[in-house]
């Protein structure tokens, strides 16, 4: 089965300008998480989305928004961006939004903001 | 809020030596906790969890117990190979997440596993 895909795999933005990222779960699984991990750093939650609506949000400004769509995808938007916004954007899937329920991360994409 | 401290890298050890990585936390009530696993140029891996104290996880020869009164989860590998070096994150996952759920993460420890 596939795991969690991302896309774009790297991409690089100049500072102000708007970025889109997006994020496929894996089959059956319909919460969507976004980690923002920053080069030496763990990763830092951002948001979490459940059957389409959000379910948290991390402590990122409102520059920062994310949806979910009807078939579980999701996108993670960034306006204005900023050089300290570089960072490998983690999307993470799981069946739902308990505790128990396990996080599958993809592999990222490298934001590089020049 | 929640919160998780790890031993700092990074850490070199020949094939074969003893692995251990520090690990404690802050968290409100009775948090899960876990080690995801990084290689280079990759996302994260769930290594092992710990649902509740005493719990003793452990996957391909790494583990870690669930210490409550120390508020620690220790991550050890009784002979490393070389093949286990990549970045190792301890995190939990709280009550006092609310509806969210989400993963706090320590600051990760880089090991390097030398022939």
């Known amino acids: 089965d596939a795991g969690v895909t991302q896309s774009p795999t790297h991409l690089i933005k100049t500072r102000g300008q708007q970025v889109t990222l997006r994020c496929s779960p894996i089959?059956?699984?319909?919460?969507v998480s976004w980690y923002q991990q920053v080069l030496g750093q763990g990763p830092q939650f951002i948001f979490q989305?459940?059957?389409?609506?959000?379910?948290g949000r991390g402590n990122f400004p409102d520059r920062f928004s994310a949806r979910q769509f009807p078939n579980y995808s999701s996108e993670l938007n960034v306006n204005a961006l900023l050089l300290g916004d570089s960072a490998l954007y983690l999307c993470a899937s799981s069946l739902g939004p308990r505790g128990s329920h396990e996080q599958y991360f993809g592999p990222g994409t490298r934001l590089t903001v020049t | 809020g929640d919160s998780v401290t790890q031993m700092e890298g990074p850490v070199t050890l020949s094939e074969e030596a003893f692995l251990t990585i520090n690990c404690t936390y802050t968290?409100?009530?009775?948090?899960?906790l876990f080690w995801y696993v990084q290689y280079p140029g990759e996302g994260l891996q769930l290594l092992l969890k710990a649902t509740k104290a005493d719990d003793k996880g452990s996957n391909k020869g790494f583990e870690a117990t669930y210490r409550k009164e120390t508020t620690s989860f220790h991550l050890e590998k009784g002979s490393v190979q070389v093949s286990d070096s990549a970045v190792y994150f301890c995190a939990l996952r709280s009550i006092s997440s609310g509806s969210a759920r989400q993963l706090t993460f320590g600051s990760g420890t880089q090991l390097t596993v030398l022939p």
């Open positions: 968290a409100t009530g009775y948090p899960s």
């Open positions: 989305y459940y059957e389409k609506e959000e379910r």
């Open positions: 089959s059956g699984h319909k919460s």
